[in-house]
């Protein structure tokens, strides 16, 4: 059985805001509402609502107000990676998605899992020192042109789900909304500590991260971190690094400023402006992260870093079911 996950807290959103923010667009408007029948679904799952914990640009947006448009929903789960996994997951979600579109007042949209691909393959699921599945949720309004796609399993209107296995996670914050749903998420800490560990990657995943300056940059200009704090933000980043040894370096406090981190992600910011309209100056938040970054209490050496698998944080704690 999976470890337990210690809880920071317990946070109330309304995820209407989030939704409604996006009431010009049509396309956007039907995507959200169907991420948030996605959630609640998941919410009403026996097994998944305990292991799978929200990230990324969802998390962004959701909780924090990020203007930020993103369409994929990032999780990390604690479960065992095990081949079945995918078919419990299906089975489960397939069986909440009516029951929670009720209850959200989406009586005519229907939702469904339409495929579960698992990377590297499902022979080398379990073994593999980063698993992931990569889940598409088809959705369709009853009685329009695409519902016949859906039917089939071949909607055009999907939502991207990616779930990451055998990482490590410092704790998570309970996120309930307004219908009494209620979902783990990652902890502020967790957050930032990803984030930074993208922006590491990117040379070895030959990929930018733009969004994740940015992301950090908007969080650091709202909250404040003691001494404290920054060593048990350090201690995790070097935990997930570590967790993912062959595409992160080791960081260090100047890792940030390299070339190969600030030119990717530089060279893509312009593209930005399509999801948030105004265009922040790179600099500025790169001059943000990265002073914050160098602030981390770097000495000891990470040689010298006890790391543990997990860092109790707080209680209490979410145990998956037995």
Same mark, same amino acid.
């Given at each position: 059985?999976?470890?337990?996950v210690?809880?920071e807290?317990?946070i109330?959103?309304?995820?209407?805001?989030?939704?409604?923010?996006?009431?010009?667009?049509p396309?956007?408007?039907?995507?959200?509402q169907a991420t948030e029948?996605?959630?609640?679904?998941?919410?009403?799952?026996?097994?998944?609502?305990?292991?799978i914990?929200l990230k990324?640009?969802?998390?962004?947006?959701?909780v924090?107000g990020?203007?930020?448009?993103t369409?994929?929903?990032?999780?990390?789960?604690?479960? @065992?990676? =095990?081949p079945?996994?995918a078919?419990? $997951?299906?089975? *489960?979600?397939? /069986? !909440?998605?009516?029951?929670?579109?009720a209850?959200l007042g989406?009586p005519d949209?229907?939702?469904?899992?339409?495929?579960?691909?698992y990377l590297p393959?499902?022979?080398?699921?379990a073994?593999s020192?980063g698993p992931?599945?990569?889940?598409k949720?088809?959705?369709?309004?009853?009685?329009?042109p695409?519902?016949?796609?859906?039917e089939?399993?071949?909607s055009?209107?999907?939502?991207?789900?990616?779930?990451?296995f055998k990482?490590?996670v410092?704790?998570i914050?309970?996120?309930?909304?307004g219908?009494g749903?209620?979902i783990g998420?990652?902890?502020?800490h967790?957050?930032?500590t990803e984030k930074?560990r993208?922006l590491?990657?990117?040379?070895r995943?030959?990929r930018?991260r733009?969004?994740d300056f940015?992301?950090i940059a908007?969080?650091?200009?709202?909250?404040e971190?003691? @001494?404290? =704090?920054?060593a048990?933000?350090?201690k $995790?980043l070097? *935990?997930?690094? /570590? !967790?993912?040894?062959?595409n992160?370096?080791?960081?260090?406090?100047?890792s940030?400023?390299?070339?190969?981190v600030?030119?990717r992600?530089?060279?893509e910011?312009?593209?930005l402006?399509?999801?948030i309209?105004a265009?922040p100056d790179f600099e500025?938040?790169?001059?943000i992260?990265d002073?914050?970054?160098?602030?981390l209490?770097?000495?000891?050496?990470p040689d010298?870093?006890?790391?543990?698998?997990l860092?109790?944080?707080?209680?209490?704690?979410i145990?998956p079911?037995?």
């Open positions: 059985m999976p470890d337990a210690p809880v807290k317990t109330q959103v309304n995820i209407e805001d989030w939704i409604d923010r996006a009431k010009a667009d396309v956007a408007y039907v995507e959200r029948v996605f959630l609640a679904a998941l919410a009403m799952t026996p097994r998944f609502s305990r292991e914990f990324g640009g969802i998390l962004m947006g959701v924090y990020s203007p930020r448009q369409g994929d929903i990032d999780f990390t789960a604690i479960s @065992e990676p =095990e079945a996994i078919d419990a $997951l299906r089975d *489960e979600l397939n /069986a !909440a998605f009516p029951r929670a579109a209850r989406y949209l229907r939702c469904a899992v339409q495929s579960c691909r393959s499902r022979a080398k699921f073994e020192t992931a599945l990569k889940v949720i088809g959705y369709a309004l009853r009685g329009s695409q519902e016949r796609h859906f089939e399993g071949k055009s209107q999907i939502l991207e789900v990616d779930i990451s990482e490590p410092g704790a914050q309970i996120v309930t909304f219908d749903a209620a998420a990652y902890s502020l967790d957050l930032i930074i993208a590491l990657q990117q040379e995943r030959n930018g733009r969004q940015y992301d908007s969080l650091l200009k709202r909250f971190f003691d @001494e404290g =704090e920054k048990r933000l350090l $995790l070097y *935990e997930k690094c /570590a !967790a993912r040894t062959m992160c370096p080791t960081p260090e406090p100047e940030l400023a390299r070339p190969e600030r030119d992600a530089f060279k910011w312009a593209t402006e399509i999801e309209g265009l500025e938040c790169f001059a992260v002073a914050f970054y160098r602030s209490p770097w000495s000891p050496k010298q870093v006890l790391i543990s698998p860092s109790p944080i707080s209680s209490p704690v145990a079911r037995s």
